[in-house]
């Protein structure tokens, strides 16, 4: 059974950071293309971030977080992040891991990811 549990989420004020983790289980962690979602009240799930499976390293962004969001994961601790640097009222939302099944690159679009943690949310006040 596969389990994805973010943490990490909470209260910060404008300018301010945040770190989120998502420990995975259940998956061949090193293998699974990993992403970061949310959807913010009344608005559909988005894209945030992404990062590939093993090997080089690749990351992707949306161009709303670029410059302030860092995705990385640890294989060996079957364990993804997303540091979120100079937080605005407009990153307020619900924050999702999720992950694809193995593939070469990143992977952008939702629809091909399997598996979803329940979401942590983030709320930035300014």
């Known amino acids: 059974q596969v389990q994805l549990i973010e943490s990490g989420g909470g209260l910060v004020q404008a300018g301010g950071s945040l770190s989120l983790s998502c420990a995975a289980s259940?998956?061949?962690?090193?293998?699974?293309?990993m992403g970061w979602f949310r959807q913010a009240p009344g608005k559909e799930r988005e894209f945030v971030a992404a990062a590939a499976s093993w090997g080089g390293g690749t990351t992707d962004y949306a161009d709303s977080v670029k410059g302030r969001f860092t995705i990385s994961r640890d294989n060996a601790k079957n364990t993804l992040y997303l540091q979120m640097n100079s937080l605005q009222p407009e990153d307020t939302a619900v924050y999702y891991c999720?992950?694809?099944?193995?593939?070469?690159?990143?992977?952008?679009?939702?629809?091909?990811?399997?598996?979803w943690g329940q979401g942590t949310q983030v709320t930035v006040s300014s």
């Open positions: 999720a992950a694809a099944g193995a593939r070469g690159g990143v992977v952008l679009d939702l629809n091909e990811y399997t598996y």
């Open positions: 259940g998956l061949r962690f090193s293998r699974a293309a």
